[in-house]
Structure formats: structure tokens, C-alpha cells
């Protein structure tokens, strides 16, 4: 079992403004592993092409995505308050494990008989759109992606039965990271808020937003177009099955149509990440009460 959650039952009420989720608990890196011996097979999700074909694609992303968040939270770190400084370095520590088991999940999407090699290049070339902009403004990239994640990683926990009749160690790689997306949520928007400490509130809520529609259609219709190409190699294409994808995404379980709310909330005055207090998603995972912890499905 992953290392204690540190959850303060004192705090498990709606936060009050003077009580920041942060100072409840810690980021917690958990070095686990998965899909080296029990190995997914090529429509591991409960046998369906468009599910796993969304999944993979997210998966193949997440390599040189999360490089990016790590460079740009770092490049705006100088001058941080100990205790963002401390998250810093453990949302690093995070995102590197991340790193390392899509990067083994990602093999094993190629050992199923996948070519990912279009996608990986697609995606390097979008990132290098990136290095003429200034480090605050990737990070402004990097916070409404990450964003995106944990709204995601949300719908993930809130819904176990999208990993019925699923390859188990798959499976748990998903909930594993999703609940260390959620745990990290708000290191990006923090180290935002302390990089543009002395900008106006106008100019801060004006480059976000920015941001957010740029990022935020750029890793949609990037994951889109990369599941219609998994769909592809395995023939599965035309108008019946983007139909298909569109009622995954749209319909049930409804990945975009969930995240909706919560991305319009990030352009409200007054939004911080945290604002939805997800932490007893966190403790349904990893409680050192055996009881209390979410079943693998």
C-alpha cells in the first residue's frame, strides 16, 4: 500500500478563505510501477478500441508534456517561499515518475502493434512552437494544462467503473497517477501567482486566459486527431466511429462534456485550483485505513 495520506480530520469540512488545502497535507511522490509484468494487451480497456485509443493517446503525450510543465515551473520557481518551494520539488519528483511509466506504458502500446512514431513527432513539433515565448508565458501554458489534467484525473476517481473488466495493472496506473494530479494541482497556479507577483490583476487574468483557449485546443484537438490515428491502424475508421469518439467524449462517460463547468471556471474572478476541494478523492485512494481505500476494479 502507498505511504500514509496525511489528512487532517480536523480539516475535512468545506475550507474556510484562512485554511489553503496546502497547508493540510503533503505532496507525496509514490515510486510505483506497472505494466512490466502483467502487460496490458491492445484494447485493454474492457475490450474498447475507442477508450483505449483515447487513453494511449493521453498516455503518449504525457512524456513531453510533463517535461514541459517540469522546465517552465522550475524557470519561474527564483525567489519562491520555502513551502512553494518544497511542492516545487516534490511536483518535480511527481511528474518525473509520470514520465518514467508512460514511457513503459507507451512500450507496450508499441509492443500491442502500434505505431506512435507520427504522433510523438506531432507533438514535438507543437512544443517547439513553444521556445520563442517567454518562460512566465509557458508557464501559463503549463498551469491551464495542468488544469485540464486534474479536472480529468477527477472524473477518473469520481468514475472506477470506466476500469471494469479492465487489465488491473493498467488500470491502477490510471487512479496512481490521477490522484498525484489532483494531490499537485495547485503548484503550477502558485508558482504563477508568485512569478506575476507584481502584475496587475488585468494583465495576469488576460495572459491565463490566453492561454487556457491556446492550450487548451491545442491538447484537445492534439488528442483527438492522435485517437482517430490509433482508430486508423487498426481500421476503424470514417464517420461511424468519430461518431463513436464523440460519444465518449461528449455522451458516457463524457471525458470533455464533465470538464466543461470547470474550465469555464478558470476565467472567473477568484479561481484558484483548489477551489474544488478534492481531497477525499486523495484519501479514497491512499488511507492507511485498509477499509477506507478505493477497490482496484
Not at 477508450?51 to 515551473?73: C, D, M, Q, R, Y
Not at 488576460?206 to 481500421?235: N, P, Y
Request: charge should be neutral.
Amino acid at each position: 500500500m502507498s505511504a500514509p495520506f496525511k489528512f487532517d480530520l480536523e480539516a475535512a469540512t468545506p475550507l474556510g478563505k484562512d485554511t489553503p488545502v496546502g497547508d493540510v497535507f503533503a505532496i507525496t511522490a509514490r515510486d510505483r510501477r506497472f505494466c512490466r509484468d502483467e502487460m496490458p494487451g491492445r484494447w485493454w480497456l474492457n475490450g474498447d478500441p475507442v477508450a483505449t485509443a483515447w487513453h494511449n493517446a493521453l498516455s503518449i503525450a504525457f512524456p513531453k508534456g510533463e517535461a514541459f510543465f517540469i522546465e517552465h515551473v522550475r524557470a519561474c520557481r527564483e525567489g519562491a517561499p520555502a513551502k512553494l518551494d518544497a511542492e516545487i520539488r516534490a511536483f518535480v519528483r511527481q511528474e518525473v515518475n509520470h514520465t518514467r511509466e508512460h514511457i513503459a506504458f507507451n512500450r507496450a502500446v508499441t509492443d500491442a502493434g502500434y505505431d506512435i512514431f507520427a504522433i510523438e513527432q506531432r507533438l514535438e513539433k507543437r512544443l517547439s512552437l513553444s521556445r520563442n515565448r517567454s518562460s512566465v508565458a509557458n508557464l501559463a501554458a503549463s498551469m491551464a494544462l495542468e488544469h485540464l489534467t486534474a479536472i480529468m484525473a477527477r472524473e477518473t476517481l469520481l468514475k472506477p467503473e470506466q476500469f471494469d473488466g479492465t487489465n488491473s495493472d493498467a488500470a491502477e496506473l490510471w487512479r496512481w497517477h490521477a490522484v498525484e494530479e489532483i494531490e499537485h494541482k495547485g503548484v503550477a497556479y502558485d508558482t504563477w501567482l508568485h512569478a506575476t507577483r507584481d502584475w496587475s490583476p488585468f494583465k495576469r487574468w488576460r495572459i491565463k486566459s490566453l492561454l487556457m483557449v491556446m492550450a487548451g485546443q491545442a491538447f484537445l484537438v492534439g488528442r483527438i486527431c492522435d485517437t482517430l490515428d490509433l482508430l486508423a491502424q487498426d481500421g476503424l475508421k470514417g464517420w461511424k466511429w468519430k461518431w463513436r469518439l464523440a460519444k465518449y467524449l461528449l455522451g458516457k462517460p463524457g471525458v470533455v462534456r464533465c470538464t466543461l463547468p470547470r474550465v469555464i471556471a478558470y476565467f472567473l474572478p477568484g479561481f484558484h485550483p483548489w477551489n474544488t476541494d478534492d481531497r477525499s478523492l486523495i484519501l479514497l485512494y491512499d488511507s492507511e485505513f485498509p477499509d477506507a481505500v478505493q477497490p482496484a476494479r
